[in-house]
């Protein structure tokens, strides 16, 4: 809309002289972004960016859309500033009408009563919930692709990955022995991954996931987010941990070397490409980058840096008959016409994104030689493209130093550097100087208090606290994540003279957690609210009962809550996780999928040798 819509005179003109204009970055107040949301997807049914919305004076919203094109734009206004102007009392009512059905909302009871002395009860909700939870991702699941269908199930709709519903299903099919519930969870899981790692939302020349995938994972959305990158490194991470023992020895140790290949090729990715000079970790990279040669050169297109003709290939793997072009060109699926489908696809005409479609052993037989010669010639191809790639006018950067996504970026190292050995010193480092970063520059100590946090930014400046920026206070989420971090420098394993260093971690992270737990969590509603509860530019206040692309405030502090009670046995810490689970309660018995992350945590807060027993006996 901004070169659009926003770029059209007449519109900034009527813009201007009737509306007063803001616009919000959704990066730096994810919770005005988050009530905004909320309200436009109560008010039409759905809810997309870019978003606009339009509010009374005294901040009711009473009219929101997504994208709309100038001329809808425009009659929009136009329409609206009417029945301002001649008919401002429905206004209002349609706006006091809309927040109060707001303010419901946020009050709304989605707890449970149970007898926490009782484990059979806990075991009983918990067991429900991961009974439902299997079940609504079956409602949506692709058994032909793997992934998840959204509302929308056409060949034309994107799959946009969520990390914490795969982790859910990787405790659930490998954490525990549920008999057939365990069964079909890793039916879903291991076909989604292997979709992950073979298909088109993996970057298989430079590394990194991209944002959403069409259905068949042929197609993506060419942005590649750092949230993404951490999120799902850290998942398969964890999937290459819990691999169950009793499967073929063969099939698990090919996948555990395709997850070890990818999050290593994605953190030297991460590591080369979206990291700061200071070593903080930026938003991500952009979609579009212009054409790097013929009659449109220089005009810009989404994806234009990441496709080629297969004449540039031939060109750069040392021609067709070479065996690097060969190998490439059958495990890949490279052809003349291109292999981008569907109508989107239609706007890359002859170009070539790489992704799996003939397995190492199916091409070797194909061609007489061995897999591992396949592998070899395959990877001196994509690495031939990867340089000539890089020859090409990059996407843009978005430079934004997240406090949130940085604290990711830390677990998903650490967890690399547990699955990567020979990496291990270097990922250790990275997280490390991103921690000690945060904690510098993103932590507001009082000066008169050395244990009490005063501040948490949203966004790390170099300069800290002095920076001449403007100073974005943080959300929820930034605390958590602090926490998460930490809590894994804390847990990993070093050398015994870092052990002192190691208890600094765990002192920091209480700290944060003491901060979080005084700004944002709300006793009554027995969650963290959306915002800083003195904040009185919000106009909605509620709790997070919703995991997006990343694990709400309460899903990840509960986990954070069972870690602290484990290493310190302090009993706070698990009331305050079970007052979080009763209350969300209804959540998870009715709507599963809405905090995937929150059962997680539950199902890592129980024993689970008494969970597999209790279930498996009442299921026979």
């Known amino acids: ?123 009983d909700l918990v067991f429900d919930a991961i009974v439902n939870g299997v079940g609504e991702c079956e409602r949506s699941f692709d058994s032909e692709f793997g992934g998840f269908h959204g509302n929308e199930k056409s060949q034309e709709s994107f799959k946009f990955i969520r990390p914490g519903t795969l982790q859910m299903l990787m405790l659930i099919g490998y954490g525990l022995k549920l008999n057939e519930v365990s069964s079909r969870a890793r039916v879903m899981l291991n076909k989604t991954v292997e979709s992950i790692l073979d298909r088109a939302l993996f970057d298989h020349v430079e590394g990194g996931f991209f944002r959403a995938v069409n259905p068949s994972f042929e197609l993506p959305i060419f942005e590649k987010s750092i949230v ?163 020859s090409r006018p990059k996407p843009v950067l978005d430079t934004l130093t997240l406090t949130s996504a940085n604290g990711m970026m830390v677990c998903a190292l650490m967890k690399a550097a547990s699955l990567v050995p020979s990496r291990r010193k270097e990922y250790c480092k990275g997280a490390e100087l991103v921690a000690e970063l945060i904690w510098k520059n993103a932590v507001v100590i009082d000066p008169n208090n050395s244990v009490n946090v005063l501040d948490i930014a949203r966004v790390i400046y170099e300069d800290g606290v002095d920076s001449e920026l403007e100073w974005v206070p943080g959300i929820g989420e930034d605390c958590a994540w602090i926490v998460s971090a930490f809590l894994d420098l804390y847990e990993s394993e070093v050398d015994d003279g870092d052990i002192a260093q190691k208890s600094v971690w765990l002192s920091r992270a209480i700290q944060v957690q003491t901060y979080l737990d005084r700004k944002y969590f709300s006793d009554s509603l027995g969650g963290y609210l959306w915002g800083d509860q003195s904040d009185k530019t919000l106009f909605v206040m509620g709790k997070r009962c919703y995991d997006s692309e990343e694990p709400c405030v309460t899903s990840q502090t509960a986990l954070n809550l069972i870690r602290l009670h484990s290493i310190s046995n302090d009993a706070l810490y698990l009331k305050r996780f079970e007052k979080i689970m009763i209350s969300h309660g209804k959540v998870l018995l009715k709507a599963t999928l809405s905090m995937p992350s929150l059962l997680s945590a539950a199902i890592v807060s129980l024993d689970k040798h008494e969970l597999e027993t209790r279930i498996n006996a009442d299921t026979q």
Request: hydrophobic letters at 35%.
């Open 1 to 123: 809309m901004d070169d659009g819509t926003y770029a059209n005179p007449d519109i900034v003109s009527y813009l201007n002289s009737n509306y007063i204009c803001i616009k919000v970055d959704k990066n730096l107040h994810p919770q005005v972004d988050h009530i905004l949301s909320t309200t436009v997807q109560a008010m039409i049914g759905t809810s997309n960016w870019p978003l606009t919305v339009i509010l009374t004076p005294d901040l009711k919203p009473f009219v929101g859309a997504g994208f709309l094109p100038p001329d809808r734009f425009m009659n929009a206004l136009t329409n609206i500033n009417n029945k301002w102007i001649n008919a401002r009392s429905e206004v209002v009512t349609e706006a006091d009408r809309v927040f109060h059905a707001l303010h419901e909302y946020s009050k709304m009871d989605t707890s449970i009563r149970i007898d926490k002395t009782e484990s059979s009860e806990w075991i």
């Open 228 to 390: 993404d990158q951490a999120q799902l490194t850290a998942m398969l991470c964890d999937i290459s941990r819990n691999l169950e023992e009793s499967e073929d020895g063969n099939a698990r140790s090919e996948l555990q070397h395709r997850i070890r290949e990818s999050v290593e090729r994605t953190m030297d990715y991460c590591m080369s490409e979206l990291r700061s000079l200071n070593g903080l970790f930026v938003v991500g990279q952009d979609s579009d980058s212009a054409l790097p040669y013929g009659g449109d050169a220089g005009q810009i297109q989404e994806g234009a840096y990441y496709v080629f003709p297969q004449w540039e290939i031939q060109l750069v793997c040392g021609g067709d008959h070479s065996m690097e072009y060969k190998c490439l060109q059958m495990v890949y699926g490279v052809s003349m016409d291109g292999n981008m489908k569907g109508e989107i696809g239609s706007l890359y005409e002859g170009a070539n994104l790489l992704y799996r479609i003939k397995s190492n052993a199916h091409v070797a037989n194909l061609l007489q030689i061995e897999s591992s010669q396949v592998e070899e010639y395959a990877t001196r191809a994509r690495n031939r493209l990867k340089e000539c790639r890089r």
